[in-house]
């Protein structure tokens, strides 16, 4: 079965770090760019960060630069996003999601077509 | 980074046609056609219904498509359906230099009466 299913979140204190986990299933994961969507409670979608297929290139929006990190391990087929410096303002649903396939010059479209669950992420004293 | 603008809701009668716009900007929706759109469900993951302004992921109904205008990009429903209530989500990706930019929408909120 094709399926995205993350885990690691939970309660941290502010300035805290924190782990997420993202195991793929049922489709070729290295050739696929994959990011990390989140979703604070009863607002909209915000796009966190990306890494290609061969995990040569990484992005980030501006609101995480310098904090998280996003990395994979294609031979378990897995992703990660490692969290530091935590604020209020990250506590979300994180979601896994994987690109369509598309790209541009090498540089995906970022257009995600399979999603996981989502974890929740809370940060608070 | 400044988030697309969508109307918070929009409604319409089962079988009527619902249009929501996604306005952006010259330096993203403007000059880039890699808009997507997305369902969610209350407790769901969002669902990709529309990629690259207009195309249909398989299984996604021919009752949704797309379209793009200038700095705006539209999703259309039409025949509408008690299931088609949900959020819809747009994003727009964009290219400065070596990064790359990802933009959503507020979402709209889609009632059908």
């Known amino acids: 079965e094709v399926q995205l299913l993350e885990s690691g979140g939970g309660l941290v204190q502010p300035g805290g770090s924190l782990r997420l986990s993202c195991a793929a299933s049922?489709?070729?994961?290295?050739?696929?760019?994959m990011g990390w969507v989140r979703q604070a409670p009863g607002k909209g979608l915000e796009w966190v960060s990306g890494?290609?297929?061969?995990?040569?290139?990484?992005y980030y929006a501006v609101s995480v630069k310098g904090r998280f990190t996003i990395s994979r391990d294609n031979s378990k087929n897995t992703l990660y996003l490692q969290m530091d410096s935590l604020r209020g303002d990250d506590t979300a649903v994180y979601y896994c999601?994987?690109?369509?396939?598309?790209?541009?010059?090498?540089?995906?479209?970022?257009?995600?077509?399979?999603w996981g669950r989502g974890t929740l992420v809370t940060v608070s004293s | 980074q400044s988030a697309l603008t969508q109307p918070p809701s929009a409604s319409g009668s089962p079988g009527q046609s619902v249009t929501i716009s996604c306005t952006g900007t010259?330096?993203?929706?403007?000059?880039?056609?890699?808009v997507s759109w997305y369902q969610q469900h209350p407790g769901k993951a969002p669902k990709l219904m529309i990629y690259?302004?207009?195309k249909r992921p398989s299984g996604v109904p021919d009752r949704f498509s797309g379209s793009k205008s200038g700095n705006t990009a539209s999703l259309i429903v039409s025949g509408l359906q008690a299931e088609d209530e949900a959020d819809y989500y747009c994003?727009?990706?964009?290219?400065?230099?070596?990064?790359?930019?990802?933009?959503f929408g507020g979402g709209t909120k889609l009632t059908v009466l």
């Open positions: 999601a994987k690109d369509q396939g598309g790209a541009v010059a090498g540089r995906p479209y970022w257009s995600f077509d399979l």
């Open positions: 049922g489709f070729t994961f290295s050739n696929y760019a």
């Open positions: 890494i290609s297929g061969g995990a040569y290139s990484t």
């Open positions: 010259i330096s993203d929706i403007g000059v880039y056609n890699y």
């Open positions: 690259e302004v207009s």
């Open positions: 994003s727009c990706t964009s290219y400065e230099g070596s990064n790359n930019v990802v933009v």
